[in-house]
């Protein structure tokens, strides 16, 4: 019986899974990649529908935040190994929600427990790096600031996806007295083209958003960090990319591994999960 990776794909609103998706839907149809579609997918009408975008050269709208649909696509690489990848569509309002309401609805209940591998989308460039109660020291905080409810300080975006991580972590009901092997975890650090960087993917991480390493680093025996830039440039809602329409999407995109290694194959995040095995 061939083995199935649930992937737990996590991610906001605008760090690109639609984007994602769609290229990696279309790099599977090319045959010409690791991974390669080995059956008929289902549920295809949102990748397809941001596809068609980019065949035009123009970016998609993003996903309605009421949205949630699985998708499931049977695939296999180059040495036979077998999956079905269940790639979720949802609007990332739901992520952040998971959080600040503390409720988790029956649909992301169901595919916490069944995953084998968590996949968590950041897009460094658009989160925020103010201080906040993690990260100011208790001296900063006097009496003379406001009181009651001016006074109130948001967590940081980085505080709440450790907060993220660890009600996951509690609703899968693993215990966290040795570091995880299962699920797998991989960081996607997507957007990667606006970064401007040539640092691993590890150390940027590690530098960014240090507290949310030093927990990934804790709790899990082999995290990867993985550069992602899905479409390669930056592309408008409005305005077609008429190179991006003329040589098609999967002309686009690249990953950059953990050892700095960079390649057009979008697949390899998903594909390095296969071959660790179970």
């Known amino acids: 019986m061939a083995a199935q990776h649930t992937i737990l794909l996590v991610g906001e609103s605008n760090v690109g899974k639609t984007h994602y998706g769609a290229q990696f839907l279309k790099r599977l149809m090319v045959k010409a990649w690791a991974l390669k579609m080995s059956g008929a997918p289902t549920n295809l009408e949102a990748f397809t529908k941001a596809l068609s975008c980019l065949t035009e050269g123009m970016a998609t709208d993003h996903t309605p935040a009421s949205t949630y649909v699985e998708s499931v696509w049977p695939i296999t690489d180059e040495a036979g190994r077998y999956a079905e990848l269940v790639w979720p569509d949802y609007g990332g309002e739901q992520v952040r929600n ?17 995953a084998t591998d968590w996949v968590l989308l950041i897009r460094l460039h658009s989160l925020r790096s103010e201080d906040d109660l993690f990260s100011r020291p208790l001296q900063s905080f006097t009496a003379a600031e406001p009181q009651g409810e001016e006074a109130a300080y948001e967590p940081s975006d980085q505080a709440r996806t450790v907060e993220l991580l660890q009600m996951l972590l509690y609703l899968a009901q693993f215990h966290l007295d040795r570091p995880l092997r299962k699920p797998r975890l991989t960081i996607l650090l997507s957007c990667w083209d606006e970064l401007e960087t040539t640092e691993l993917p590890a150390d940027l991480l590690a530098s960014r958003l ?6 990934v680093r804790s709790n899990w025996t082999s995290p990867t960090v993985i550069g992602l830039s899905a479409l390669g440039r930056a592309l408008s809602k409005t305005d077609a990319d008429p190179d991006y329409a003329i040589r098609g999407p999967e002309e686009f995109g690249y990953v950059v591994l953990p050892d700095g290694e960079k390649s057009h194959d979008i697949t390899l995040p998903i594909q390095l999960l296969m071959a660790d095995g179970f």
Do not use: C, G, Y
């Open 210 to 215: 240090p507290m949310l390493w030093s927990f």
């Open 98 to 114: 998971l959080v600040t309401q503390r409720r988790i609805p029956t649909a992301w209940h169901e595919r916490v427990l069944e």
